[in-house]
């Protein structure tokens, strides 16, 4: 029993008999501001008459679990070079929390696996009519792997 009390629903007839019923004492109802707009004048009225204030809370949502400092952190340390994975470890927190507060792009994914001249060559004999099947027996290379380094290669030339 209290004589303050904190509502998330939609205040109706049946919901503030109960809170009466529950909390005699009943003193003062608080509630977003946006639950508030949306509450009857009858129901309000009502209310007053019984002595009952309602008032409303300007914040909304879910307070937040980090502050700015850890974003500046985590932004700093990527300035410096360390990777998604060394920050969380040494922030403990977790890696997809680093991504979320990040304010600046990451490179994601591993590095390939092969290097920008084999690439080149693998464009160059493509240019040159070698099928994808010679340039992968050429070169060691699986025919799914030529065909995603011309894709991913030209369009970024484009």
Known sequence: MSSKIHV???????????????NPDLE???CP??????TSE????????L??????????????????????????MIDDGFNPNAIAKRLHIDVKTVYY???????????????????A????????NVSVKEISALLNIPVRTIYYILKHTKSDGD
């Open 8 to 22: 998330n629903k939609p205040l109706t007839s049946r919901l503030i008999i109960e809170l009466l019923d529950s």
């Open 28 to 30: 003062e109802i608080e």
């Open 33 to 38: 501001q946006s639950l508030y707009e949306r």
């Open 42 to 49: 009858t129901y309000l009225d009502a209310l007053s008459e």
């Open 51 to 76: 002595g009952i204030s309602i008032s409303t809370i300007e914040q909304r949502g879910r307070p937040r679990k980090y502050d700015e400092d850890i974003k500046e952190q985590i932004n700093s």
């Open 101 to 119: 507060l990040k304010d600046k792009k990451l490179k994601q994914g591993p590095k390939s696996k092969y290097s920008d001249e084999t690439k």
């Open 121 to 128: 060559e693998i464009i160059s004999l493509r240019e040159d």
